[in-house]
C-alpha cells in the first residue's frame, strides 16, 4: 500500500493567491481527516469526513477554508485568498471504523504564504 | 470531556539512556490509547497502542501500559538511539465518533 498521498509536498504563495491541497487516503478507509500543524498552536484538526461527508467542521479556521471529498479517493483542502498566518504543515490522516484503530498520516504539505 | 496531558519537553538525554515519557488522561468509558511519534520534517506515525485495562503495546523497543486505575498510559524505552530523536504524542479514542484526542506532543533529543 503506498500510504496517504499528499501534494504538493511544499507550497510557496503569494498572500491573496488561491492554494489548493490534495490528498489521497489508503484504500477501504473511510475516514479522512485535515490536520494544520504550527508551531504555535501545534496540531489542530480542521475537518473529517465519513464516507465522503463531512462529519465535523468546527475547526476551520474560518470563511477562507473549504474542503471537498467527491469520492473516496480524494480530498481537497483549498484556501481563498490566502495570507500570511495560514503558513503551516498541513496533514492529511485516513483511518477505517472500529475501537483501536490508529491513523495513518501522510508526509504533509508545507505551505508558505509571503 | 476527553483530554490527555503530557509531559512536557524538551527532554534530552545521552545515548542508551532510559526513556519515560509521561501521558495521562481523562475520558468517560474505555478508551482506546496511542503513541505516535514524528520525525523531523514527516507525518506521524503510529508508534503503538492498547485497547484495554493492563494491555501493553510495544514497537521498535517502546513500551507503554494501559493503567485505568491511574490513567495512565507512559511511553518507555530502555536504552534510547540518537535516531529516536522526534516529537512524540500521546492520544486517545473514547466515543462514538472516529476524532482522536491528542497532546501537545513531546520534543526528545538524544546526544551521542
Avoid at chain 1, 7 to 21: I, N
Avoid at chain 1, 53 to 76: Q, W, Y
Avoid at chain 2, 17 to 33: E, K, Q, R, V
Avoid at chain 2, 68 to 74: A, N
Wanted: net charge neutral; charged share 20%; aromatic share 12%.
Amino acid at each position: 500500500d503506498a500510504g496517504v498521498i499528499q501534494s504538493p509536498r511544499h507550497e510557496v504563495t503569494e498572500m491573496g493567491q488561491e492554494v489548493t491541497l490534495r490528498c489521497k487516503p489508503i484504500s477501504g478507509h473511510d475516514y479522512l481527516f485535515w490536520y494544520r500543524q504550527t508551531m504555535m498552536r501545534g496540531l489542530e484538526l480542521l475537518i473529517y469526513f465519513n464516507n465522503n461527508v463531512p462529519i465535523d467542521d468546527s475547526g476551520m479556521p474560518e470563511d477562507r477554508f473549504s474542503a471537498k471529498m467527491p469520492n473516496a479517493s480524494f480530498s481537497t483542502l483549498k484556501i481563498q485568498p490566502s495570507e500570511p498566518r495560514d503558513s503551516a504543515v498541513y496533514f492529511c490522516a485516513s483511518t477505517r471504523g472500529g475501537a483501536g484503530v490508529g491513523y495513518t498520516f501522510g508526509s504533509g504539505t508545507r505551505l508558505t504564504v509571503v | 470531556g476527553n483530554s490527555v496531558t503530557q509531559m512536557e519537553g524538551p527532554v534530552t538525554l545521552s545515548e542508551e539512556a532510559f526513556l519515560t515519557i509521561n501521558c495521562t488522561y481523562t475520558a468517560t468509558g474505555y478508551p482506546s490509547l496511542f503513541w505516535y511519534v514524528q520525525y523531523p520534517g514527516e507525518g506521524l506515525q503510529l508508534l503503538l497502542k492498547a485497547t484495554k485495562a493492563d494491555d501493553k503495546g510495544s514497537n521498535k523497543g517502546f513500551e507503554a501500559t494501559y493503567r485505568k486505575e491511574t490513567t495512565s498510559f507512559h511511553l518507555e524505552k530502555g536504552s534510547v538511539q540518537v535516531s529516536d530523536s522526534a516529537v512524540y504524542f500521546c492520544a486517545l479514542h473514547a466515543g462514538n465518533n472516529r476524532k482522536l484526542i491528542w497532546g501537545l506532543g513531546t520534543s526528545l533529543a538524544v546526544n551521542p
